[in-house]
């Protein structure tokens, strides 16, 4: 009969600089101002967070004019910025929280992509319900 002979691991033990109650976490995602460059929208939120949201992501802002994005409005939450078509050529809203990322984990096929478009969203939302 043989026996394995356990290893002896070491162990380092660190002192940690900073209590818990030192770090901040954020609750909730609302919005501050909005900048756009060439590639990007800049969303600032309002606990100092900057999400840049690239513009091919939302096609009606990717095709439009520079000056036609500049004319959005954020709403009263603060968690949307809106195109009114009243106002300018863009019929669009975007959520800022929809682009944070999934609190989910989500498993693609083959593990081949990590961005989803609205047409594979819809129809793996539609092969669930059913």
Not at 46 to 52: A, K, L, M
Not at 71 to 88: A, E, L
Not at 92 to 112: A, F, H, Q
């Amino acid at each position: 009969m043989v026996t394995a002979s356990k290893e002896k691991v070491s162990v380092k033990e660190f002192k940690i600089q900073y209590p818990l109650r030192d770090y901040t976490y954020p609750i909730e995602a609302l919005i501050e101002k909005v900048r756009f460059d060439e590639t990007y929208m800049h969303v600032v939120l309002t606990d100092e967070r900057i999400v840049s949201i690239p513009l091919k992501w939302i096609p009606t802002l990717y095709h439009a004019k520079p000056a036609e994005r500049e004319k959005y409005q954020i709403n009263q939450t603060r968690r949307m910025i809106v195109w009114d078509p009243s106002v300018c050529e863009i019929n669009e809203e975007v959520r800022v929280e929809d682009y944070l990322g999934s609190t989910k984990s989500i498993k693609y096929p083959n593990g081949e992509k990590t961005v989803r478009t609205v047409r594979e969203k819809k129809a793996s939302y539609t092969k669930k319900k059913k």
